[in-house]
């Protein structure tokens, strides 16, 4: 079995929807620093949480791994860690082709 290739999020052939300028931003986040931190402190608390952030690519992979750095996790008490800190993986397939 072929050894797993890691590839940055950040760079081709992946794009990366509903984060803002995460080509070029040392950290993912939502918007710009200054509009996060000018508008409230509702947004300036949330707007490095990546949540609805998405990764898009295309593979003939017949594995896929996930490897990811999370450097503050937020643990809720009413909630497990997935709700707070997971990924989802959702695949698309051409219609009679299996996984």
């Avoid at 594995?63 to 009413?78: C, D, E, L, N, Q």
């Avoid at 990924?87 to 219609?95: M, Q, S, V």
Wanted: net charge positive; glycine share 10%; charged share 25%.
């Amino acid at each position: 079995m072929a050894e797993l290739k890691y590839i940055e999020a950040r760079n081709t052939p992946f794009d990366v929807y509903g984060l803002y300028n995460y080509r070029t931003e040392p950290q993912y986040k939502r918007m710009p620093d200054d509009v996060a931190k000018n508008t409230n402190g509702g947004v300036a608390g949330l707007y490095l949480n990546t949540a609805g952030g998405r990764v898009r690519f295309s593979t003939d992979s017949s594995r896929i791994a996930i490897k990811v750095s999370m450097p503050g996790i937020t643990r809720f008490y009413h909630m497990p860690l997935s709700g707070s800190a997971g990924l989802d993986l959702y695949i698309d397939k051409a219609e009679g082709e299996k996984m």
